[in-house]
């Protein structure tokens, strides 16, 4: 098994590609190692030190460190993703698994809402998910859009300016009900 990495706009958030696919859909997050119980592999990979958060997207996993140097943990990580795969195991224990929900919008903006995600889903998601990452519709409210930006996106020093610039002007563009973007 080869197991490819790529650097992401984050540099403390490496993005590895096990050439087989991660999750069948969605995304997890995983911020440290008592929010891993959910995943053998997130509960393995949160052993090795400087390890500070996991997130799984379909074909990838991003880790993102702490101080250490990614020369120090890099083959560690590679060893346990890689003995991961190769035991057959799931990535995600089933019975622990759960749907990301919470959505908090007026049934009357449901339009506005669809859109919304359409656009993230078609014109965001794909370029965020590049550089190992997600970015989640978390509600809107009085013309504010209220996203969330996982994996490698969540610790980005461009996150903001992804936000306020790139996501914020698509939005409002296409939609312009929407004043503001903000992150939660």
Same mark, same amino acid.
């Given at each position: ?9 984050? $540099? ?144 980005? $020093? ?27």
């Amino acid at each position: 098994m080869f197991i490819q990495t790529e650097a992401t706009p984050n $540099p403390a958030t490496l993005k590895f590609l096990p050439g087989k696919v991660v999750l069948e859909s969605g995304t997890m997050d995983f911020r440290s190692a008592s929010e891993a119980t959910a995943s053998p592999l997130a509960e393995k990979l949160f052993t090795i030190d400087g390890v500070e958060g996991v997130f799984f997207g379909f074909d990838f996993v991003s880790i993102t460190k702490g101080d250490t140097d990614w020369q120090h943990i890099k083959p560690a990580i590679l060893g346990a993703i890689m003995e991961h795969f190769m035991s057959g195991s799931p990535v995600i224990k089933q019975e622990e698994a759960e749907q990301l929900g919470g959505e908090d919008f007026d049934e009357a903006d449901a339009d506005i809402v669809a859109t919304i995600k359409e656009l993230l889903d078609t014109r965001v998601r794909p370029a965020v998910s590049q550089d190992g990452g997600d970015i989640t519709f978390h509600g809107y409210r009085d013309g504010v859009v209220y996203l969330t930006m996982r994996g490698a996106c969540a610790g980005c $020093p461009s996150a903001t300016a992804t936000l306020k610039h790139g996501i914020e002007n698509l939005l409002r563009h296409f939609l312009p009900d929407v004043q503001e973007v903000k992150q939660v």
